[in-house]
C-alpha cells in the first residue's frame, strides 16, 4: 500500500493540497445529513487529483437513462467523468449521509448507463464505418462513497450484455466486477490510498481519450 508521502512523491499531492478536502470532510461530518456538503468535499478532492484538467471533466448530476427495450428509468451518477469525446469513464456515486447505504447497485446500473451513452455517441462520431460496430469502452470505472469511506471498482459491461437489453432480453453472460476494499479518508494510510487509486483512474481514462483520438485519426486518414 502507498502512504500520502508516497502519493506526493509521485504526483506532487501533498497534505497542504488536502487542506481544503480536510476542511469540507468536516463540514461534511458535522452536517451529514446535507447532500451539498458532500459534494462539496467530492469536487475539491477531484480537483485536487486532476479531473478539471487536461481531457477531463467532471459533471455533476449529468442526466443518464439506463434503457430497457423501449423503457427507461433515471440512472444519474452523482459525478460523471467525461474526456475530450463526450464518452464516459468513470461513476462516482456518494450516499446521500453518513449512514450506512448500499450504493453498489445504484452504481451498476449507472455504469450500464454510461456505456448506453458511450455508444449513441460513438456511433455520432465522423468517419464510424458501421452503427453495428459503434460502442464505447467495455469497461467503467466507479466509485462509491460513504461519509469517508471510499471504494472502486472496475465494471465491464460489453456489447453481450448491451445487445439484450435493446430487445428487452435477460443477459445470461455473468460479469465479474473488480472491487478493491474501502478506504478511510479520516485516515492518513486510507487517504494516501483514495488519492493514489483517483490518480490512476484519472490516468487510465485520460490514456483512452487519448488511444480515441488515434482511433480517429486513422479512421479519418
Known amino acids: 500500500m502507498a502512504s500520502l508521502e508516497k502519493v506526493s512523491k509521485l504526483r506532487t499531492v501533498d497534505a497542504a493540497s488536502l487542506k481544503p478536502v480536510e476542511k469540507a470532510l ?25 479531473f478539471y484538467s487536461e481531457r ?10 439506463l434503457r430497457f427495450g423501449g423503457f ?27 449512514e450506512e447505504m448500499d450504493a453498489e447497485a445504484q452504481l451498476m446500473a449507472e455504469a450500464i448507463a454510461m456505456a448506453q451513452a458511450n455508444r449513441e455517441t460513438s456511433r455520432e462520431r465522423p468517419g464510424h464505418p458501421s452503427k453495428k460496430q459503434a460502442v464505447g469502452p467495455d469497461k467503467v470505472l466507479g466509485v462509491t462513497i ?22 428487452r432480453k435477460s443477459t445470461i453472460v455473468q460479469t465479474a466486477v473488480t472491487k478493491s476494499r474501502s478506504f478511510d479518508l479520516c485516515d492518513e494510510m486510507g487517504s494516501g490510498e483514495i488519492v493514489l487509486h483517483l490518480l490512476l483512474f484519472r490516468e487510465i481514462a485520460a490514456w483512452a481519450g487519448r488511444a480515441s483520438d488515434r482511433r480517429g485519426e486513422s479512421e479519418s486518414g
Open 72 to 98: 427507461a428509468a433515471d440512472a444519474t451518477p452523482d459525478f460523471t467523468i467525461f474526456d475530450s469525446h463526450s464518452i464516459c469513464r468513470i461513476a462516482v456515486v456518494k450516499d446521500k449521509c453518513i
Open 146 to 167: 460513504r461519509g469517508s469511506l471510499f471504494t472502486f471498482y472496475v465494471i465491464p459491461v460489453t456489447n453481450a450484455i448491451l445487445d439484450p437489453m435493446t430487445v
Open 26 to 50: 468536516f463540514i461534511m461530518r458535522k452536517y451529514p445529513a446535507i447532500a451539498s456538503a458532500v459534494d462539496l468535499m467530492v469536487v475539491f478532492l477531484l480537483q485536487l487529483c486532476g
Open 56 to 65: 477531463l471533466f467532471a459533471f455533476p448530476q449529468f442526466p443518464l437513462e
